[in-house]
């Protein structure tokens, strides 16, 4: 069975760029993450979709992240513009739904950003 | 505030000893508790996790042991190997907000050999 992947797997760009970052979750699973990690730290949900509705983005930087999950497949993430505070591993995931609950949540390997 | 308070920060354990990380909660919303075993350069990985109706679940030389009154669980390691080199994290669902899942601020194990 083939994992969640993401692409670019790093990406090192200036303050005040844009950066994309894509995911295609495993096949089937219709709830899919986006966490930011930040070094010596948990992960912190950004925004959650079940199928292409978003179900949380309470935690998500409006003014500069955005998401979009066309067709309730694979997934974007865009940053725009990029700060110093954005470096952090973006790690997507996915589950059937209510992932956590009994349901295991799967993720990639994550992308890595450095902003500079 | 951390809803799901993680000790210790770090650990460090010989080959074959066993490795301890504890975690605590107030939320009584809080059903289901996962662990996830990240290695460096990967996403986290579900280790093991339990249902607060259940004092303890074992698998291999993995096991939490869940204290409900207490609001406490567990992770024992027994015969830690240097394989078992990683940032663990508890986790809880909360059931009361979408079933969020909440995180711990992660342990990070050395196992020397």
């Known amino acids: 069975e083939a994992g969640v992947a993401q692409s670019p797997r790093y990406k090192i760009i200036e303050k005040r760029q844009s950066v994309a970052f894509w995911c295609n979750p495993i096949?089937?699973?219709?709830?899919l993450y986006w966490y930011q990690q930040i070094l010596g730290q948990g992960p912190k949900l950004l925004i959650q979709?079940?199928?292409?509705?978003?179900?949380?983005d309470s935690q998500l930087p409006k003014d500069r992240f955005s998401a979009e999950r066309l067709k309730g497949v694979d997934s974007t993430l865009k940053i725009q513009p990029a700060k110093l505070e954005d470096s952090a591993v973006y790690l997507c995931?996915?589950?059937?739904?209510?992932?956590?609950?009994?349901?295991?949540?799967?993720f990639g390997e994550g992308s890595w950003l450095t902003v500079v | 505030q951390q809803q799901v308070k993680q000790s210790p920060q770090s650990l460090i354990v010989q080959k074959g000893g066993i490795s301890i990380i504890n975690c605590a909660y107030e939320?009584?919303?809080?059903?289901?508790f996962p662990w996830y075993q990240q290695f460096p350069g990967k996403g986290p990985a579900l280790l093991i996790a339990?249902?607060?109706d259940v004092s303890e679940k074992k698998e291999g030389r993995f096991t939490i042991s869940f204290n409900k009154s207490a609001k406490q669980f567990s992770l024992h390691i027994m015969d830690s190997q240097p394989g078992d080199s990683a940032t663990y994290f508890c986790?809880?669902?909360?059931?009361?907000?979408?079933?969020?899942?909440?995180w711990g601020l992660g342990t990070s194990l050395a196992v020397n050999p």
């Open positions: 939320n009584t919303a809080f059903d289901y």
């Open positions: 096949s089937g699973h219709a709830t």
């Open positions: 339990i249902r607060p």
């Open positions: 986790a809880a669902v909360d059931a009361g907000n979408n079933r969020k899942l909440i």
């Open positions: 979709f079940q199928n292409n509705g978003v179900v949380d």
């Open positions: 995931a996915s589950s059937l739904p209510f992932g956590g609950s009994g349901n295991t949540i799967y």
